[in-house]
T-cell receptor, first 112, second 116 residues
């Protein structure tokens, strides 16, 4: 069984400042790791994913994440946020393609 | 290419009523799943299907039924609605492909259900 812990439920940040969203997972098998974003009143959209290989993964909209196997973490970062990055962000883990286990989500609010 | 579509967008039910949430995808994906989203709990898997005629339970299946008669459609049925089923419901689909997995799931826009 897998579980995901997102360590921050809310992250307020000023425009053009960096942001880091923390995600830890537990699993007894090799997993695939994902970050999804949900803009207000919309469905989920994939930001990036880690399957294997390089531990630094680049995604859309300037986001990147680093996989750390020893710390079982997959933290998401963006060096400079925009107002349009205001959204809820979900970390998810899976060992197949049809069952995702999600964290509780982190709400990012970007202020001018 | 519409992707994953869900109907209705909003629904209000009275306790004890039944209804079906519709989900369809036009990407010829083998895998389809239903999740519910509740505040502070992320998304939880209700049921999933790995192909037409094959379904299985997820984390929170009680009170819900599914069937998969075609590749495209995966309806979710609420048998007797309860206030605890007030939630936002998302349908998702993904490609099976070959070799290693890790294919992304594509999500529909969601159905917001209120049970009074």
């Amino acid at each position: 069984a897998q579980s995901v812990t997102q360590l921050d439920s809310q992250v307020p940040v000023f425009e053009e400042a960096p942001v880091e969203l923390r995600c830890n997972y537990s699993s007894s098998v090799s997993v695939y790791l994902f970050w999804y974003v949900q803009y207000p009143n919309q469905g989920l959209q994939l930001l990036l994913k880690y399957l294997s290989g390089s531990t630094l993964v680049k995604g859309i909209n300037g986001f990147e994440a680093e996989f750390n196997k020893s710390q079982t973490s997959f933290h998401l970062r963006k060096p400079s946020v925009h107002i349009s990055d205001t959204a809820e962000y979900f970390c998810a883990v899976s060992d197949n393609d049809y069952k995702l286990s999600f964290g509780a989500g982190t709400t990012v609010t970007v202020r001018a | 290419n519409a992707g994953v579509t869900q109907t209705p967008k909003f629904q209000v039910l009275k306790t004890g009523q039944s209804m079906t949430l519709q989900c369809a995808q036009d990407m010829n994906h083998e895998y389809m799943s239903w999740y519910r989203q509740d505040p502070g709990m992320g998304l939880r898997l209700i049921h999933y299907s790995v192909g037409a005629g094959i379904t299985d339970q997820g984390e929170v299946p009680n009170g819900y039924n599914v069937s998969r008669s075609t590749t495209e459609d995966f309806p979710l049925r609420l048998l007797s609605a309860a206030p605890s089923q007030t939630s936002v419901y998302f349908c998702a689909s993904s490609y099976r492909g070959g070799g290693t997995g890790g294919h992304e799931q594509y999500f529909g826009p969601g159905t917001r259900l209120t049970v009074t």
